[in-house]
């Protein structure tokens, strides 16, 4: 059974940091690509950052260039999303994603709230 389980989120001040976790199972992470989304009220769900399963190579929304980071551990099977200088603009519902060509699985979200 595939799961993503994301932790991590919460309430933070404009300017504070935040670490997602997203552990995964029920297939092999390491061949999967992984990504994080959100989706904030009102709005389309957004691609936040990605990062590659064959070389580890990283891709970033201008929107959090130089603020999120997003990293993995093969080992762990799990990804992670390093935020920092948060805006309340951040404030979002963040879902992790997996993917491998037309496969494609998503965790339940967690919440980001950034107040001002």
């Known amino acids: 059974q595939v799961q993503l389980v994301e932790s991590g989120g919460g309430l933070v001040q404009a300017g504070g940091s935040l670490t997602l976790s997203c552990a995964a199972s029920?297939?092999?992470?390491?061949?999967?690509?992984m990504n994080w989304y959100r989706q904030a009220p009102g709005k389309e769900r957004e691609l936040v950052a990605g990062i590659k399963s064959a070389d580890g190579s990283t891709n970033y929304a201008d929107s959090v260039k130089g603020r999120f980071t997003i990293s993995r551990d093969n080992a762990k099977n799990t990804v992670y999303l390093q935020m920092n200088s948060l805006k309340p603009e951040d404030t979002a519902v963040y879902y992790c994603n997996a993917k491998r060509g037309v496969w494609a699985y998503w965790g339940q979200g967690t919440q980001v709230t950034v107040s001002a």
């Open positions: 029920g297939f092999t992470f390491s061949m999967y690509a």
